[in-house]
């Protein structure tokens, strides 16, 4: 144990969250899903995707150039070509996802964001957004105390043949 487990809140379970429109799902997403799954566990991955009100209102005059799935369908796809458990993608805010839509305590967990590298710049590092290493003392999702959220990114790399996600 280290001496800083005796004094702060210390999280112990990962909650991966490898957000993302996935208009469709393609070999590079699940291999990064596959890096996850073996880096923090299967049951500690999650696909957050979501079928937002702008989405909605380019189905509603039948626009479907940009997000032709809506999230039913990402499941569906996700869940039949890859395998996936359906309770395993979720239509949460992929940079805020919601960990009860999981089943998880935000108190007792942390969230780590799988991102791409175009994906980086997006989420600046502050009091929110923390870089994952293997070394950290991984705060709770939310302090019970204070309501301060916490999550850490997490650059997944490079898919064979180059493939980012």
Known sequence: MRILELFEAVAKTP?????????PMHKGHYGVYKHLSEKFGANNVFIATMFGKKQQQAHTVGDYTTDPFTFQEKADIISTMYKIPKDHIVETMPYRPDLTKV?????TNYVVLALGDKETARLKIGNVIQEYNKNILPEPSVNPETGQERAYKYIVPSQAGGINA
Do not use: S
């Open 15 to 23: 909650v991966v969250f490898y957000g993302g429109r996935f208009q």
């Open 103 to 107: 089943g998880r305590d935000p108190a």
